[in-house]
């Protein structure tokens, strides 16, 4: 077949009638069949089956059954270590915290002044 830019003129109203004169058959043929054959058609679209979820109620069963198994071996662990832990917790709220550290005023305006030479050497270095 060839390419839709390589055919002449008379070609392309030959191809522009061909497809008038198919468009005109398939409403006709709409009209012989009437919504029946629509509906059928629908229908057939409406029954295919949709796919579900690969897993089946046995496989969901045993992946629950498994997950509350790992949940009870971690709940054991900890009930476990709780007496060692709440010791650990008594000594950890006896540390004081850690003082925070604040810049001096005098420190921030000695930054701020070098950072505003810094621009201005670069702002007239591009002037």
Do not use: C, H, Y
């Amino acid at each position: 077949m060839s390419s839709i830019t390589k055919l002449t003129p008379s070609q392309l109203r030959q191809v522009a009638d061909l497809k008038e004169k198919i468009a005109a058959w398939e409403k006709e043929l709409n009209q012989l069949l009437g919504s029946s054959a629509k509906a059928a058609v629908a229908s057939v679209v409406a029954k295919a089956p949709k796919k579900k979820g690969g897993m089946s109620a046995a496989g969901k069963a045993k992946v629950a059954a498994a997950q509350k198994a790992r949940w009870a071996k971690i709940n054991a662990a900890k009930s476990a270590v709780k007496p060692a832990a709440s010791a650990a917790k008594v000594a950890a709220v006896a540390k004081p915290a850690k003082k925070k550290f604040v810049m001096s005023a005098a420190a921030k305006a000695k930054i701020s002044a070098a950072a505003k030479a810094r621009w201005a050497k670069i702002k007239a270095a591009k002037k």
